[in-house]
């Protein structure tokens, strides 16, 4: 059996992707523990256990099966992304795909969409990231902060990564909220443009995208406030309960922007509508404004032998004032009806 | 332990967001309690406290916990606002969080929304307000004239702050259905001013955000109606069942405004497209009714030697009657088919 | 205590909002009883009470509530109109508050909504009804013919009471079928009239109140058909089974109509603007056989000294002729591709 | 007690009504029955009676009643059309109601709509139709043909009768499929008549009948399949399961057709306003190619006494052939740009 | 009893449509096995028999009918394609139908639907494919690969295949993905193609056909995940909750395709006739250029005697210097307003 003797070779070359390996006693870390080293510190049976992953290779993974005994489908979740979020309950363990998002850093708005799965067994929690760029250092700084909590063991651990996850989706919502804000006012200035169609789609594209991430964790969150596993103890489901109310805060507000940004729409079209009958009404206005003199004009340029004015001296400085004055007066009779 | 030395100072510079904390006994305003004093007032166990905060301080709010034993996730909540509506049951207590509404004073019709949070347990509430303009002393004035109803204790007064805070959204309703009926005549009258599109939207903005702040609510008063918790008495449910009652006819009420409005935003989209076409007529015809005489006038500019009409002493006047004829011709035939 | 005494006075005074007041035995009507003697004749163990009241004053009210012993809020709720159609069951007592609706005697069609609340316990019926111009006469004497049926007691009354109210939805129903077909023909006729829109909306808002109206009964009569309570008695169930039947019906067809007004809606704007492109045509093509003839008399007012036709005896008879025959074959052109 | 005797006499008149009536034994078909021998033959315990009636009478139909036992409220139903499909199960009978649709014969797609009602009790089988065009001749005679199935009694035949039934919606479908095919090819193919638009308004008013139809199926199917009534013994329930699968699959295809004609709907008003805009610049650009000439006509038709060309020999050819030249050239720049 | 004898000659005959049919045991195929000899196969208890068919006829499905006694109603549908995808469960065998889809191998994008069936028994399992083209050859390898897992039996090959399946519908998602993304750049470029709108219905279309054939498959999986039938063994059932998953993702990704193509074609619509107001804004503008020398052109045509201008020798030069100035003084400003 060479895989001991191979295990630390394989994956000193992959150990990239182990960005975080610890254990902890009464909720103080007390020692890294390489990956190769994780079944032993697991059989500590007063030591927790806390791994974190950044897109592992299959060997981590395999490896990281073998210390802890994770399920074959769970696993193979896991090497994967573009999973949907999700619970899975096994036996004595518990495995939590979640997405993540940000916004990109650049100036336009684009939201960047990675992954958090996590294992949770009795005793040790492994995340791993997808794409997702933010790490969790800063949860596990904030856990091995309050010891006392973090001695609370997995459920405590679990609940704080994925408050972490579902705290990412409230500044991406205010930023919608903000380009719509925009949108609303671009739309009822008056500004008929191309692009502000453009940008009610990609909105809306957005918050489908969110939708999709954020709704199926009100299932996932509210099964662990119910659960009645071990693995998440009675005083760590309200707070499950607690990221439940959050993820559903979310999906409403999605559901509100996504409604009013359908609404947008259609107004936007409605005063499209309204610009062109305008801009019709200002380009029929010019049109009579010019025909009437043309008319005139015509008129004298008729050639009949007995046309009085035409003989008269002030015939034509006269013509061209009655076609001015005709000019005026169309031009204030519009004006009042507001076609121009 | 030097909490009990600097409380009072605290809570002194504090006591701002303290606006109502009293004692009853047998419904009976006995005692103004102190902050500082809740907690042994509470031991008296013939004693109800009733305490009403405006946006507390965190301080504040941490003397409640300790003195009636509160629980940190409904602390946390009370402290931030922008909570969706909710109930969470704990062991003895529950929170209760409900957004309330008002109408602007000013002439424009716009929405304030505020919070009210509302922790319920045996024999004290407490509620919280946040940015609600409309205090609850005529709640608590209205309960303090019926004491062998006050004497019902917590069940009691928190049906009565509810049925304050969801009798708030009638007027609203009232209102909005108000600004759709002047947006009927608006759209139906023919007029299609792009401001009417504008008023749309944002009555549907508000009726999503009013949506958003109720149906919660239906969930809330219905769990409350069917509890079997101490805290609500079973004479107490029916109370609650009404409140329940008062909340799906808001939600109906406004899911009706929501329909009527979308169908008001499409007719309103019919009707411009319908008055496009009625401008395009009439632009039609008055371009007929001046190209006609143009035709004319161009004839008799013709440089032909032989027309015979030329030469005629008549010639002129008849053609311009000719011409007046043409128009006036051409306008009755138009108005006949109502294109002018 | 005086109220014995100043009741007979009170009661008289209010007594025209009794419209009925009996006492049945065995299915045969056997008094008239004064309201004040109400609570005596219930005491008759075997006797029926029905009741019939229009808009009760409060006085009115109370006096039932102290002689049937009913609860606080249905008699708040009975006092005041603007109900949502519901049921609520209390311990020995049944409170009902439907919606009727009538289409007003006038010529056009406006559907008048009313209130019907009943009260319903062992051995007493009570309806009160609201702004409902159907007055429950009918009810009471087709019951009254049916004595064997009129013996089985409150549950036959309600039964019948709700299904006169059921039934007044039917021919509205038939009236609104009538209007979207005559709306159809004038849609589809190619008269893309502003009323159209206005009349589809106003449609729109009926069908909405309506179903606001029949909707919650779904619920209420289901409940009805599978109460276990003694009200009820097991026999009458399949009678409001029958009711839920129909309230379905009712709602099934109102959605059927919503569905296909939006239908008609969306066609009317597709219509209309099918309607625009063919003005527009129209308006294209006679511009155009204006405006060739035009340019021809243009091109014979040019002032060269060399144009051969300007000095011909036929020629302008020949210009006049070529006018026309350009202008024919263009209208003719025109009508062949269906621009005119 | 003169009904016996009255009974002949008034059942002969009414007897078109009865289509078929017959006594089976062990599948076989023994005899026929006369109405007024159905009490009698039912008697015979070992007899399967099934009984086709059109349109009844109302006499008819009480002497049904009181031969079987049958409810009241079944019979009313049965009465009447404009039944909504719905099940009712009684103590020892079921009424079942369904809608028989057909495509009219003539040359345009027009469904009639019949109703087929079924008495279903032990050891009979009654159905009744409403202007069903279809007669359930073919049904009786395929089970008479299978003895075998046929002795296994009235949930056999309630199964063929109610498969017959269901089968007649999916030729309707095709046919609807096919419309909408037809629709596809219209509206694509950038002509955008008027008849489109009424065409795809028909076709959702016929799919939304067909749903009201066929829908309340669902729940009728799924609660014969799941039945514990002794009528429909355990090995017939799987074929009820197989009608509530054609129910849902016809179900499924009437919503795909709808959303499709939906979209169909949408797309015709986008093609129409595309086809707008096509006209619109077609019209612009013949428009200006005549504008040019007609202004280069005007230029020479000016009177000043200088002008060099208006003295040349060529110079009317040559305007003549540089008004040619400037529409040809306008001519096929809206070709390249294709304007034109 | 012929039928022994017969039934080699008929087999041999429809052996076209056995595609394979094999006996395995301990995960190791050990025999080939004809149709005639399935019965007696299947009775050695220790062997697990897979069967593959295309498109059989009915007596090849009579013939296995009898040798593991499938229920009528399924071999019924197995014969018909044109199921809905459905789980039916009998006493002692299952049976499942799934729609296969894959996109054509032109280069036109289109989805081709076939039917894979499924009979799953007591060591056995039946696969019936219609019209799909792709073959199980390759699920049938890569089971025989993995003897372990084969071993199993039945519920492992039920997985195998009902994976496959589900796995191809994942590259036609990111086939209409890409194509939306197509239309996307398409729309908002701002041509206004005919094209596109029809490319958006094919796509809505075919998204429709995929969300019929998919979504059934979400109770499908989600009861073969919870059955607690012998057939699917404890640990076989995390394998169907994995596709579940599977399918309630694709089922997401539709609906989320769904509803941005909606938008997608609504946004269509507005930038439809965002160019229609620009196009007439441009012919607006052309037409005002050429308007205004036409008019000057008619000033200096008419017949006064006494214009001064007509007189100057520079006068025509002048009149066309002023002409061309005042078109391009309109020019600049129409390009400063953005309507050229």
Redesign the interface.
Known sequence: MPRPLSAPKTLNMASQSVINSAAYHNGIRVADVPLADLGDAWNHSDRFIWVGLYEPSEQVLSFIQQAFGL?D?AIEDAHNAH??P?L?V?DDSMFVVMRTAKLSAGGDRRIEFGETHMFLGPRYVITVRHGSLQSHVGVRARCESTPNLLAKGEGFVAHAVMDFVVDQYFPIIDALEAELDEL?VH??S?V?E?SV??R??HL??DL??IM?AVSPLIDVSSRLARTNSHLISADAR??F??IH?HV??IA??VD?LQ??S????????????????D??????A???I??????V???????????P????????PA??AMMGLLCVALYMRFRSVDWL
Chains 1, 2, 3, 4, 5 share one sequence.
Request: aromatic share 12%; net charge positive.
């Open positions: 399920h489908l999973q949907r999700k899975e096994y609303e739309i009822f008056g008929s191309r169609t453009a009610i789609y809306r594209r489908l995208a999709q309200p707070y309960q607690d109310d559903v805060c409403g507000l509100s409604q009013l359908q609404t947008a729409l259609e107004s936007n079209l409605a005063l499209i509508s309204v610009s062109q009958n801009d019709t009404k200002r380009l029929a010019w049109a009579a010019l025909a009437v003199p043309t008319l004009a015509g008129l004298y340029g008729m050639n009949f032998k007995y046309m004015e035409t003989g008269w001296v002030w015939g034509y013509s061209l």
